[in-house]
Nanobody
């Protein structure tokens, strides 16, 4: 099972930017879907964006136009560029990977993913 480690969380003010990265221990079997989820205190885990092995992406409405998911295949690394951050973006952010599955052009529930990172905290102050 692939191991995932996130980097890049931190504290910023409203309107600021952060770039999260997720390093995978191995390459995933194709097809695959990789995603970023977040979980705020007292709330469920929600998917903010995913990317399939062919590069197609899907975003939650709340982050469209502000967040960009991408990956560097040669580095086995997933990224999440977050711009124009808002206090409601405050959460623990998790990287997830699902092998032998595509993203199917839609947001996927947490149970669809077999591998998870430990999370990285993002805090946005007003």
């Amino acid at each position: 099972q692939v191991q995932l480690v996130e980097f890049g969380g931190g504290s910023v003010q409203t309107g600021g930017s952060l770039n999260l990265s997720c390093s995978a221990s191995t390459r995933l079997y194709i097809p695959y879907c990789m995603a970023w989820f977040r979980q705020a205190p007292g709330k469920g885990r929600e998917e903010v964006a995913n990317i399939a092995n062919l590069g197609s992406t899907t975003y939650a409405e709340s982050v469209k136009g502000r967040f960009t998911i991408s990956e560097a295949h040669t580095k086995n690394t997933l990224y999440l560029q977050m711009n124009n951050l808002k206090p409601e973006d405050t959460a623990m952010y998790f990287c997830a990977a699902g092998a032998y599955m595509g993203c199917a052009g839609r947001l996927r529930p947490p149970g669809d993913f077999g591998s998870w990172g430990q999370g990285t905290q993002v805090t946005v102050s007003s």
